[in-house]
């Protein structure tokens, strides 16, 4: 699964933002996207996930309430609203697709990733 991030940009505090991420057609392959974000001098963090089929959504404790998965089948892309930004919600945000084993939050469970969306929130 080839997989291509856009959205990302420059918002001040309390913005919002939407993210996309297109998948290439194979999604039949894969269970769930997932974004992930990785801020600078910190590790990779899960920040939300989406199945490809069924209503189930996953977030991470810190975007919950503000952050909105969703997702086009027809479209293979899935998108991230987020509202309400804060600073330390700056990072690369990244998706990835995962396989049908492991942890929704895993990602060594995530096996295709596209090349990062940066968002810069500032204060």
């Known amino acids: 699964v080839q997989l291509q991030a856009s959205g990302g940009g420059l918002v001040q505090s309390g913005g919002s933002l939407r993210l996309s991420c297109a998948a290439s057609a194979r999604t039949f392959d894969t269970y769930a996207l997932g974004w992930f974000r990785q801020g600078p001098g910190k590790v990779r963090e899960f920040v939300a996930a989406?199945?490809?089929?069924?209503?189930?959504?996953y977030y991470a404790d810190s975007v919950k309430g503000r952050f909105t998965i969703s997702r086009d089948n027809a479209k293979n892309t899935v998108y991230l609203q987020m509202n309400s930004l804060k600073p330390e919600d700056t990072a690369v945000y990244l998706c990835?697709?995962?396989?049908?084993?492991?942890?929704?939050?895993?990602?060594?469970?995530?096996?295709?990733w596209g090349q990062g969306t940066l968002v810069t929130v500032s204060s």
């Open positions: 989406i199945p490809w089929r069924g209503s189930s959504t």
């Open positions: 990835a697709a995962k396989g049908y084993t492991g942890a929704i939050n895993a990602k060594d469970r995530y096996d295709s």
